[in-house]
């Protein structure tokens, strides 16, 4: 099975700063089709997860550019360039290379 | 717009079973996966199971392979979760979501409100 392993797993931050956070996987990402299938959720208190970033590094429709993502192999990056007051949740990240599929344990951003 | 509605949860007996739906709509049903993910109280997501969109593909997690079913019917727009031999472990919210492909690597994109499975004698 494929560890995800992220980290911190609580990110108090100001409003206006940046927020990073990391995601391992115990083993490559990099599909036989030559793709990486990571992903980003944001859990905000009391909603379904909504999914901000696919393959590594596309944003959905809809989630404003200071979300970003990065990386490659096993060692991914979700940051946030400006917090904003709506951007409080839980952050996820979750594999879809390898069967079974798993999310990181996730990430829980406060305000400051 | 993408609409997924799930249903059919509740509290329920250990050793029981119990069948979830998800109702779609919005989409070409018949042309994605659909995915079950779950949420114990408090905890973070745990990925149960996968189906292709013809139904010809299906994976699930190791702490529910064989104990769990998922299921479509593409006449129906619905997708089905067939859960026995439930323990305490499994109460939780569960969520249906619709992946961005039919089949293949996993991107689950569309998420449902969720149905809570509360597993308690």
């Known amino acids: 099975d494929v560890v995800m392993t992220q980290s911190p797993l609580s990110l108090p931050v100001t409003l206006g700063q940046p927020a990073s956070i990391s995601c391992r996987s115990s083993?490559?990402?990099?599909?036989?089709?030559?793709?990486?299938?990571l992903n980003w959720f944001q859990q905000r208190p009391g909603q379904s997860p909504r999914r901000l970033i696919y393959k590594v590094s596309n944003r959905d429709s809809g989630v404003p550019d200071r979300f970003s993502g990065s990386g490659s192999g096993t060692d991914f990056t979700l940051k946030i360039s400006r917090v904003e007051p709506e951007d409080v949740g839980v952050y996820y990240c979750?594999?879809?290379?390898?069967?079974?599929?798993?999310f990181g344990q996730g990430t829980k951003l406060e305000i400051k | 717009q993408v609409q997924l509605v799930e249903s059919g949860g509740g509290v329920v007996q250990p050793e029981r079973s119990l069948r979830l739906s998800c109702a779609a709509s919005g989409f070409p049903f018949s042309s994605y996966a659909m995915h079950w993910v779950r949420q114990a109280p408090g905890k973070g997501l745990e990925w149960v199971a996968i189906i292709s969109y013809d139904g010809s593909n299906k994976y699930y997690a190791d702490s529910v392979k064989g104990r769990f079913t998922i299921s479509r019917d593409n006449s129906k727009n619905t997708l089905y979760l067939q859960m026995s031999s439930l323990t305490t472990d499994d109460t939780a919210m569960y969520y249906c979501a619709r992946d961005s492909w039919g089949s293949g690597p996993a991107c689950p994109e569309y998420w449902g409100q969720g149905t809570q499975v509360t597993v308690s004698s």
């Open positions: 979750m594999q879809g290379t390898h069967w079974p599929l798993f």
């Open positions: 083993q490559s990402l990099v599909h036989s089709d030559g793709n990486t299938y």
